[in-house]
């Protein structure tokens, strides 16, 4: 959901094997002789070596809260916030009291022991961290570092425009990141080569969550899509690991372009390519994007009242989405396209999630769920808008557009 780019969690890194009494972290030269400890094992388990050792230096927490401010306000600037905020408002993925810039920086300024800036190139320790809880970021922000010496990680991320194929890209650099510090932290077994590992990984940092309270207080798309890139692009480069393309990253064309294929690589291994849609009528938009399969699932978790989003459910047969937020005198509008991989699946969204979604009536408003085709495939639209929107006459049309 974020163009924030991720900073990790310290909760997130941790191994479950890990014990020991805190120290603190306090001065540059500290922070340099830590990160040439690990700089031999997280060469190691990445697989290849850096071509210089990364800067590093000491941050307080208020310098990190103010470069969290600036680097939310970069990537994700009043106009883009709002248009976000507006259209999981209206989806019922945010409560309509919730801020989402104050909420963010403060979900981001929990616990944070270090990070990497790509801006800088430099490797950021918080003073006062807990010496352990710093060791265990930095081998993962350790890993963004060595990323970053061959890789394009800004037009990587600023480059993507679609909401969905971002939350993929960072899957695969977050996913590779966590996947190595893991291993750095258990260097005489590949803990996570055991299928039963992820399971309890996954208890671990669910267990974690109850400590960090603006965390365990979040809304459940928060919370779901903060974890992703972590949790399961971790494991999708798991799986990598055992394709005949482990010695490669999946990176240029082989980018992961959905959640999708994150969470079901057996459809990128089918080169199963979302579709793209483009608004072909209506009045201008004041923001437009998709969810993707991640956050639709997430969507029809909250529409249950789940407190969190099944594991092990099958593909929903998600083709590609956009959806359109529109300003009117009367409040906001959105209208909200899915193509489907097939009529059954378009039927089961109709019946599940979709009749959910129509069910929660707001004050003033009209929804309306529809089956449609767009360049003859089974597709959904839903609406919802003040009764009086003009749009209602003839809402706003979406055709394919060219793959990009």
Known sequence: MMRLRQLAFAAL?????????????QRDDDMARLVDSLKPAVERAAGFKFKHTPRSAQRSREQVRAYLINKLHQELPPARMHGIETAYRLLTLLPDTLALEPLLLDLYSEQVAGYYDPDSTTLFGVTGADRLQLRLVLAHEMVHALQGQYLPLDSILHDIKSNDRLSAAQAVLEGQATLVSIRVLSPDVDLTAQPEFWEAYEEQVETQQ????????????????????????????????????????????????????????????????????????????????????????????????DVDVPKEIPPIGWGGDLYGVYDTPQGAA?????????????????????????????????????????GGKPATRFVTAPTGWAGWGEAPQVELAPSR
């Open 210 to 305: 109850e400590a960090m309270p603006v965390f365990a207080h979040a809304p459940l798309l928060i919370k779901e899509t903060l974890l992703f890139p972590y949790l399961d692009g971790a494991q999708f480069m798991q799986w990598w690991g055992t394709t005949p393309l482990k010695d490669s990253l999946p990176i240029g064309a082989r980018m992961p372009r959905s959640t999708e294929q994150i969470l079901t690589p057996e459809r990128y291994l089918k080169r199963d390519q979302p579709v793209a849609l483009r608004f072909s009528s209506g009045p201008t938009r004041m923001y437009e994007d998709g969810l993707g399969e991640l956050e639709i699932r997430i969507l029809d978790s909250q529409l249950r009242g």
């Open 334 to 374: 959105l209208v909200w396209y899915i193509v489907w991989d097939d009529a059954a699946s378009a039927d089961r969204f109709m019946r599940g999630t979709g009749s959910r979604l129509r069910a929660r009536e707001r004050r003033g408003y009209r929804l309306d769920l529809a089956r449609v085709e767009i």
């Open 13 to 25: 890194v941790i191994s479950i094997a890990c014990r020991g009494e805190p120290a603190r972290a």
